[in-house]
């Protein structure tokens, strides 16, 4: 028996984990756990995934991770103690255009190398202990002695859809020799797919929700920090996903967004003063990398303002102090005057600069999915769901609106994390069909018939000479029952009372209790209101069809007017307490 999974995401740019046990899966199994955030140093730069940074001692032990990497190894080079020690940046990414194999060998910043198998070992060593020591802190499953004895751990790890079989062996091997046995593999696509299934995500909001249908075709793009690949996956009858075409893209990601900014340091500053600069003060000049990281993540381009970057004190005191002027003056003499402003510690930049800064990243991104677009094979596809880091920016979300108004492109919230918590549900479940069972009663207030045998007065109202009750609760899912993900129930149908009626709205409600009659039961509360434009409604005969299904974490509501192709849809959180 499991009784926890650990998924792992050894990425190109970041790397992270994410778990849930097994007892959370049943009762809610969207309660997964990220790590509580990899903390940066800078005071605002907090992530769920850590940067695909390494640092070995000389004698090639794992000496820090991530953020602490970084900074410890710029520690190491202002003592000038670096030479003999390893720092990998982004050490996947060698391994992303070709396979994985038992004698591949990666190179660091420094240029000495090490055995891949032999790295991975250590990272996937030290995320497994750093969840460890997460959970001993936490207390999450009681003490550590009791998860340690008494908690059958289940690991998963997420890998590049291209790999091979050859890769993957070499991938469980070093999972083996970390200390995690069994391992269990899953591609990333594989893993995103998994989650995107149990989610609510469309092309926007006024279309339909896109849930997956068997005889089906979707693709799935990860913009990744290191570059782009798209799979092609088809739905099959029984709900099994087989991936049928994989393609890897030649886009830049994100990464390309944070080596402009760099660039733009450089052509605003002098050559030489920024290059003394970088030298004499890395911790600091690694700071307001930190800075733009975190002002990146809140610019859109719909943006009225750029961002304001805040400048470490060492920068703005070494400039004054060698041109014996302020900063303005320079800034005034650049190709940037009138677009930024040098105000204390600040630099303000304009939403221009910030765009220069984001657009050939974004180019290259539209292009490819410009290219993807017109692909014979994807134009099978019912959707194209962007996933990975740089289909969470903002700016990328904008620009999939901007250049494909029409299209079935989905952008989705946490695109970074869907292959962490599908990988997690996989650990947990591989049925093609995940059922769940509701904790409380979901339905429609509606009017109906008055039964004066049922019905009390209160309830009772005119309506074209005819008696209704009002406030009548129309249950769909019932506390209690088992249901299939994604799978809808049968409609309940609304028969309009008036006519030349524009669009109804339909209040959907929660109740506590099985037996409650009507939604202004104490134990029945509103989630919401779908809203439902309705077609030629003059001869008062009009009819709509509402229909409702439960996702890992939300109830979906679908209305559709008799005769008519379109649909309206809205999510609703489900209640949990």
Known sequence: MVDLVLCIDVGCSHTGYAFSSAREFETRLLDIHMNEEWMSGHANLHTYKAPSIVLLQPDKTLAAFGYDAERRYVALQESRQHDAWFIF???????KIKQFRKDSVILEDGGKSMNAMALFSLVLKYL??????????????GPMETVTRDYNIKYVLTVPTKWDNASRECMKLAAKKAGLSPTHLFSESEAAARYLGLIPIRPSETSPFYLPKPNSKQAIVNLGGCGIDTTIQEILFDGTIREISKNIGAGTGATRVDSDFLKFIGTLFPADFIEAYSKKH?????????????KKKKFTMESELGASLELPASIIKLYTTRYKQPMQYMIDDSEYVGRIISRDEYLILDKTVMKDIFGPAVKSTVGYLTNLSRDPELKQ??????VGGFADSPVVAGA??????????????????????????????QNTVIR?????????????????????????FMAKDLQFCSDVFRPQIFGGKTYDIGAFSTATVLRLNRSQQK???????VARLNNVKFTTDNTCSVLGKLTV?????????????VQMALLGDDLIVMATQDGSTETSSASFPLVWK
């Open 89 to 95: 940046r982004r050490f996947k990414s060698e391994l």
């Open 128 to 141: 497994k202990e750093h969840f460890l020591s997460s959970l001993q802190e936490s207390g999450r499953y």
């Open 282 to 294: 890395k911790l600091d000049f690694l700071e307001l990398q930190y800075e733009f990281e975190v």
């Open 381 to 386: 596809c019912d959707a194209i769901i962007l």
């Open 400 to 429: 999939v609106r901007f250049y494909f108004p029409n299209s079935n492109m989905i952008t989705v919230e946490g695109a970074d994390i869907c292959n962490l918590i599908g990988g997690v549900i996989l650990g947990h479940s």
């Open 436 to 460: 769940m069972t509701s904790r409380y009663s979901y339905g429609i207030g509606m009017a109906v018939p008055f039964d004066h045998n049922a019905h009390p007065r209160q309830k009772l």
């Open 503 to 509: 669009r109804i709205r339909i209040p959907v409600h």
């Open 533 to 545: 434009n309705i077609g030629d409604s003059s001869n008062g005969k009009v009819t709509v069809n």
